[in-house]
């Protein structure tokens, strides 16, 4: 079918951008014209939405996510940066696969997962997002200094006070929760034995079992000790792993560490009962480290919706600012036997 001549080709933009940009132009946060400029979306289309012409987005490039979602993943990612954990975009193309593994959304993506495509359009709909290049600390300069610890308190502060509005929250300890965990090997070193001079190998009987088990703790600044899960390696078991220690949570990954969902399930049920049971203040803040099990848009959400400042630790900082490294684990690990 041939094209009216001199007929105007129909811009492309996408019904999220649409749907913002209309709400900013009915809170007056931006006007009209501005709008338009700004987004590249004609005057007369954002006039028609406002009134109301359509009610379903006929026009426009359809969403892989609802509004929500991505609305969602925009704060993650947002507040994630806050917070010194910026993502990477592979690590966004990843959220995203697994919200499309878990609901069966249909989509064009290879194996549910988004490509360059996708991410331009999503940055270009989230303008207060962008990637941006981080700076690489080499051996020398990541080494930890007093200076680095006293900006991370000050960035710490600044964020408590500030950002979140919260000034009280630093004053009040029973809201101060830190949160580790460190893996254990069941079968341990041998110890010095007696043994007859010039014998090449002495023996000695222990536990044969090589995998390792990862625990997972956590407590306030006022001594209030969550239960700990202890993970497992494996799926099945023909035993009873918390058999004496019934008080513990058991959580299984495939190598016995601790992954993001195991994180996520020890987040929903075992922190979060424990402070409800204990009816601690909220907002509560959860101080732990970084690492990417810890910082998953899954993880986030549960915080969110809980009440819950998760706030990461300086990095490689452990052995310094680390409350239970320091003392739980630290202490635990010289006995370890």
Not at 192 to 218: E, W
Request: positive net charge; contains cysteine.
């Amino acid at each position: 079918m041939s094209r009216q001549i001199g007929a105007k080709k129909r811009q492309k933009f996408d019904t999220y951008t649409l749907d913002k940009v209309v709400e900013s132009v009915k809170s007056k946060s931006i006007i009209l014209n501005h709008a338009a400029a700004e987004y590249g979306i004609p005057k007369t289309t954002i006039h028609d939405h406002l009134k109301g012409k359509y009610n379903n987005h006929s026009c426009g490039v359809k969403l892989v996510l609802s509004l929500t979602k991505e609305k969602c993943i925009v704060q993650w990612a947002g507040g994630m940066s806050r917070i010194g954990y910026g993502r990477t975009h592979q690590e966004l193309a990843s959220t995203v696969k697994k919200i499309l593994d878990a609901d069966g959304r249909p989509n064009l993506f290879k194996d549910n997962r988004p490509g360059k495509r996708w991410l331009k359009g999503f940055f270009k709909r989230n303008p207060e997002l962008s990637l941006r290049t981080t700076i690489q600390i080499g051996k020398e300069r990541a080494l930890v200094t007093r200076e680095k610890v006293m900006k991370w308190f000050m960035d710490f502060s600044y964020y408590i006070d500030v950002e979140l509005g919260d000034s009280d929250l630093l004053k009040d300890p029973s809201r101060i929760y830190n949160a580790d965990e460190s893996g254990f090997a069941l079968c341990t070193k041998g110890n010095q034995v007696i043994g007859c001079r010039g014998a090449p190998v002495v023996y000695h009987f222990a536990n044969s079992d090589k995998s390792p088990l990862t625990v997972m703790a956590a407590v306030s600044a006022t001594a209030h000790y969550i239960p700990p899960m202890i993970i497992y390696t494996g799926q099945r078991f023909t035993y009873n792993p918390l058999e004496g220690f019934e008080n513990a949570a058991f959580g299984r990954s495939e190598n016995g560490w601790i992954d993001s969902e195991v994180f996520a399930t020890w987040l929903k049920d075992v922190f979060v009962p424990s402070i409800n049971k204990r009816q601690v203040k909220k907002p509560v803040l959860l101080l732990l480290d970084g690492h990417k099990t810890h910082v998953t848009m899954q993880a986030s959400d549960i915080c969110r919706s809980n009440l819950i400042e998760l706030y990461c630790l300086l990095e490689h900082a452990s052995h310094v600012i680390q409350p239970l490294d320091l003392r739980l684990f630290g202490s635990l690990k010289r006995n370890w036997k």
